[in-house]
């Protein structure tokens, strides 16, 4: 290398300086990070589509896809918000916004900045969508032709009960849109059996893939709207997709190659773990062991009980301690957690994320830590 | 690594095995394969932030701009294409697009796919925009917002004449959006000087990284009616974009930070040949050779004299034998060159991107080998 010095003056800006417990980007695996650095060539030639076709029927087994499509991004997870909207619901539609935190919020900003409107139906911080509650917000909207669920709230660390709300969904015969982006590949996803019609996830998150790739099932149903919808636009238009998928095991421009790369090489480790189910355990155990250590030294977890997040812990700090100074110190320490996120709550919370590489090992090490910190804040504070 | 066989199967189907000449992605430079593998973290943490700023105040400078914003996506160069429409043209407004190849199609298709109305202003390939043609259409439809250029049409290997052409378009106070896809990194681009409103090309190009980054200079006038325009989107909102780079510096939603870094690699690269001026030179200079190289083994470019691309060349094949052929004949000698591509001359024409990573001797090697194929092709069929 001609210019070795310009990489290290980067690298040491982004060098690994920390033990990740991150929202995402999170921790990738050293296999995904070894293929990342393969050399490029055209996204029309053969050894592309290989990868592209290979990818799309794991990802449709791993997501339980019997009728629908995958298709994939490049873009960030929200992409798909937006393709969701604009190729499925009219314009000046109504779509039903379950809200449980901050990225249930970005879906209404989705919706009306795409001049749909946003009827919302809103939980306090820690809470699920209640199943009860949708069912009596769709019996006083009618003309809803959408509802939008979020998996796995990032920001509060619940999970949905994505199953029963879905059928109440069925029930009221809406299209059901679901954000999956901290669920997929953490948190299980059965998209025909639940009947899902849209649900997206990216490469930053449970797959432990660097960000810039996002992925999506979905349903024949949509593709049906879709194809009548007027101005759904070029860069997000989901019937473009599928014909670039069937025609050229492609998309129309040009994909993230490296971090497509990169779940391909995840998605065949998974197959060596045994399967999904032994993936979505791994991923079990590390919550119980993070939420367990968590209350051990304390602790409270802003999530109801049930419904607590497979892939990421809000948890409350103690009364008189910010979340940041947490945050803070556990940096200084070598690890970093994810701060509070979203309002009323990003003072009193502060994260633990559980994607991506992880040793358990090294979450041991991290409870260790944190428990210290606490004390030591505490006694500084004199707690 | 656990699971280093998962590895091995992809490279096995991705690893380098051609010496590339393709028109996008291109061979990347080994410093950015270098940086591509680095482990991820947060994109809110200080050290993406310093990435982020860094790479801004880099490209502000390389595209001469002074009033205006640097602006990066994470998607592909079209998203540009769809921000600009959505953000700065009226819904069912004009927009005169001068095609002149596949790629200014394209902007057609995302102005008419967005809802508005494209005015088509069409040349032969092979031909730039005519100055006066340009000039004529607008007199003709003074009711257009914006004009689009192709400033170099991948799919023909024509430069098009861009500060003359800006020329015309500001002295009839439009909007101009320029497609630099194939031209940022390889053609200079004065933003400023030029009077241009949106300039975007994607990293995957001149700049010799992997793709999924686009970047974009906007003018302080898109800004001013991107915030009165409706139904803009969330996902391509320019004012949105800004507000994340001014505030957080950072991006709205995750961006690809590998390619990011290898973005930010690739700038202090140019840095260090001695800036702009003797980056483009080598651009040129492997233009060059690669023209002259095609003329001295008989065969004739498409692009018409004085318009030829410093980034792509498109051949005429000799009568007789298709592009496709010659393709082949190529990638079985271990050089991945680029088909034709684009109604009409499809069939009659190859490319040789001459983008990212390259040394003069393998330029030298190429041309070696094309002119035996060439020689084959017309032994075997003689002609």
């Given at each position: 290398m001609q210019y070795e010095d310009a990489v290290?003056?980067?690298?040491?800006?982004?060098k690994p300086k920390y033990k990740l417990f991150t929202a995402g980007p999170v921790a990738c695996f050293p296999e995904v990070l070894e293929i990342m650095k393969v050399q490029m060539f055209s996204h029309r030639a053969k050894e592309y589509k290989i990868i592209h076709r290979d990818t799309l029927d794991r990802l449709r087994k791993f997501l339980e896809v019997e009728d629908g499509e995958i298709i994939i991004f490049p873009s960030s997870g929200t992409g798909f918000m937006e393709a969701a909207i604009r190729n499925a619901v009219s314009l000046n539609g109504k779509v039903l916004v379950t809200i449980i935190g901050a990225f249930g919020k970005r879906f209404a900003d989705v919706v009306e900045s795409?001049?749909?409107?946003?009827i919302k139906l809103e939980f306090e911080p820690g809470n699920p969508v209640d199943p009860n509650a949708l069912d009596e917000a769709l019996?006083?909207?009618?003309?809803?032709e959408a509802v939008t669920i979020t998996y796995n709230e990032t920001s509060t660390g619940v999970?949905?009960?994505?199953?029963?709300?879905?059928?109440?969904?069925?029930?009221?015969?809406?299209?059901?849109?679901?954000d999956a982006v901290s669920a997929m590949g953490g948190a299980d996803i059965k998209f025909s059996k639940w009947g899902i019609d849209v649900v997206f996830g990216s490469s930053?998150?449970?797959?432990?893939?660097?960000?810039?790739?996002?992925?999506?099932?979905?349903s024949e149903r949509v593709f049906e709207i879709a194809e009548k919808m007027p101005n759904r636009?070029?860069?997000?238009?989901?019937?473009?997709?599928?014909?670039?998928n069937k025609e050229?095991?492609?998309t129309p421009s040009t994909p993230p190659m490296p971090q497509l790369f990169g779940l391909n090489v995840v998605l065949r480790i998974i197959e060596r773990m045994g399967g999904k189910e032994e993936w979505l355990k791994m991923y079990q155990k590390r919550a119980e062991m993070i939420r367990e250590g968590v209350k051990e030294i304390g602790l409270n977890l802003l999530a109801k009980p049930g419904y607590e997040s497979p892939t990421i812990t809000a948890v409350l700090t103690p009364e008189g301690i910010k979340g940041e100074e947490i945050y803070n110190a556990m940096r200084e320490r070598g690890f970093e957690l994810a701060k509070g996120y979203g309002?009323?709550?990003?003072?009193?919370?502060?994260?633990?994320?559980?994607?991506?590489?992880?040793?358990?090992?090294?979450?041991?090490?991290?409870?260790?830590?944190?428990?210290e910190v606490i004390d030591e804040l505490k006694r500084k504070k004199g707690l």
């Open positions: 290290k003056e980067v690298y040491e800006i982004v795409n001049g749909r409107e946003a019996q006083k909207n009618k003309d809803v999970l949905n009960p994505l199953p029963e709300l879905a059928k109440v969904v069925k029930e009221h015969d809406k299209l059901l849109f679901v930053q998150k449970a797959f432990g893939v660097p960000p810039g790739l996002a992925v999506a099932a979905i636009g070029w860069y997000f238009d989901l019937p473009l997709y599928r014909k670039f050229k095991d492609g309002k009323g709550i990003k003072e009193k919370t502060f994260r633990i994320g559980h994607m991506g590489y992880m040793t358990f090992e090294v979450i041991q090490e991290m409870l260790d830590n944190l428990k």
